[in-house]
């Protein structure tokens, strides 16, 4: 899949399950709701992934750390 496809997935499912759950609930809550209907619709999802930050000499080994990264092309920062 692009992108694209992926996005466009990825957005009609968050739809979904905001209009399921609503707001005001944790972000940590979100982020568990999310991976879960994401990974039933076939999607592969890793949650809490750590990425390095480089700049020029310096480099961190945990830099940030991305929400959720979809089929290894999509980051989702809940």
Do not use: C, W
């Not at 992926?6 to 399950?17: E, F, R, T």
């Amino acid at each position: 899949m692009t992108e694209n496809e992926i996005s466009y997935k990825v957005i009609g499912i968050a739809i979904k399950l905001h209009n399921e759950l609503g707001p005001g609930l944790l972000e940590s809550a979100y982020e568990a709701a999310l991976k879960y209907d994401l990974e039933k619709a076939g999607l592969e999802v890793s949650q809490q992934v750590s990425m390095p930050f480089i700049y020029k000499e310096i480099k961190t080994d945990i830099g940030y750390r991305l929400d959720l990264l979809v089929e290894n092309k999509l980051i989702i920062e809940v």
